[in-house]
């Protein structure tokens, strides 16, 4: 693509880096921002940068949020001795949405994925092997994605609390294998986490 202007080539350089965004939308985009009033990009840009600089992270769960224990974990009403694991946030707003969970969560950020370079220790999975520790957890629901990457992770936290006092579940499949949670309907995602099984099971043939 030849550019005219260096300054829209870096614009278009930037927005093409976003996933899913190839250079032609990345262009349309900015050719868009272009015409905007400039308040409407100073508030763009303004809302990205306090996002990377004041964002948080929940310091139980590690889920997104403004203060240091997110709303979630800080309920009472909601029973912190049940956790679903799950990949991240959107997993998270997916099973919110709907109505069939009150325990806690806890957000690995990712899925283990040795093609990726993405290992146990990239995720917060020590955190949740401590939080299992510690006693307070009678039962992990895995809600991962039915992946290659989603059962890797599972199993290798499901080895690492070998010997320790936790029932492992997962959710029940009426979610397709390869499914990424997100993109479940409420429905058939409510009821998997309800018909939950032995997680040993879900690997025995
Ligand atoms: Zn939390």
Redesign the pocket.
């Known amino acids: 693509m030849e550019f005219s202007s260096k300054l829209l080539e870096n614009a278009v350089y930037e927005v093409s880096q976003l996933p899913g965004i190839g250079k032609r939308t990345a262009l349309r985009l900015v050719l868009h921002l272009l015409k905007q009033p400039k308040e409407q990009t100073t508030r763009l840009a303004g809302a990205l940068v306090s996002l990377k600089d004041q964002i948080k992270f ?1 310091k ?4 997104i ?1 403004d203060v240091a ?2 709303e ?2 800080a309920n009472p009403k909601r029973d912190e001795t049940i956790v679903c694991v799950v990949e991240d946030i959107r997993d998270v707003m997916a099973i919110e949405n709907t109505n069939q969970f009150k325990g ?2 806890h957000v690995l950020g990712g899925k283990i994925s040795p093609m990726e370079g993405i290992g146990p220790h990239d995720l917060t999975v020590g955190s949740l092997i401590n939080k299992v520790k510690e006693g307070q957890i009678k039962e992990l629901i895995f809600a991962l994605s039915s992946t290659m990457e989603g059962d890797t992770t599972n199993f290798y936290i499901y080895k690492q609390l070998e010997g320790l006092p936790v029932k492992t579940s997962t959710i029940a499949r009426g979610i397709a294998v390869g499914d990424e949670l997100e993109y479940a309907d409420e429905v058939t995602l409510g009821r998997s986490i309800l018909n939950r099984v032995p997680f040993e099971n879900s690997f025995k043939t």
């Open positions: 929940c139980n769960c590690h889920n949020s224990l997110c979630i974990c806690h969560y």
